[in-house]
């Protein structure tokens, strides 16, 4: 016979959720604490992950919803002795960075780095996507410093959150800069087939086929 311990039961909630049947993974998480099972953190980063990824966010009622949920699993695990990690914190972010919210955005990563957990590339990027995405890319640009500085290596996906709000300011200049600087830190990663789609699009669309060219 199967004895369920916190792996077996892990297992099943992430199942219940993939499935979108969140009652019956919130079902299996009470039965898992009833039996006097402790879930561990990769328990709660998967109830928070059920809770948090695929939720609506529009309009704000909802959004505040979801962060009142996810909320309570980050107090329920202080409570057992179990301190969220840089995952937990990430989908967090993710959140926020979905629904548009800056100052929220880099409030949690403030605290997150006062209780000494250091940020991986997908906090950063999420924070950085907001940021682009509400009009904040000089916030961005000096987030993207403190990444590099801090040994984070930024992914190709971070440097299109830019490539994507230079595009909407049509600043070619700006795109180049950031570009050329990509090219130079080649150890870091390479540009996507996504990037110069971003590149190549806002380039012919404000005439600039000298720059297009110099990237293709």
Partial sequence: RLELNAKIYTILIY???????IEMAEKFF???VQKGIEPNVVTYNVMLNGICRKASL????????VIRNAEKVFVEMRDRGVEP????????L???SRAHKPVLSLEKLKMMK???ICPNVATYT?????????GRIEDAEVLLDEMVSNGVN????????FFKEYRGRKDTEGAMRLYRKMKEDGSFCSPSIHTYNILLGMFTKVNKMGLAMEIW
């Fill in 15 to 21: 199942g219940w959720f993939k499935v979108k049947k």
């Fill in 30 to 32: 009470k039965e898992m």
């Fill in 58 to 65: 529009h309009p704000d009622e909802r959004f505040e919803k």
């Fill in 85 to 92: 990690d840089v995952t937990s914190y990430s989908i967090l």
């Fill in 94 to 96: 993710h959140v926020y």
């Fill in 114 to 116: 006062d209780r000494g």
């Fill in 126 to 134: 999420s924070v950085v996507k907001c940021l682009c995405s509400c």
């Fill in 154 to 161: 930024p992914a190709t996906a971070t440097y299109n959150c």
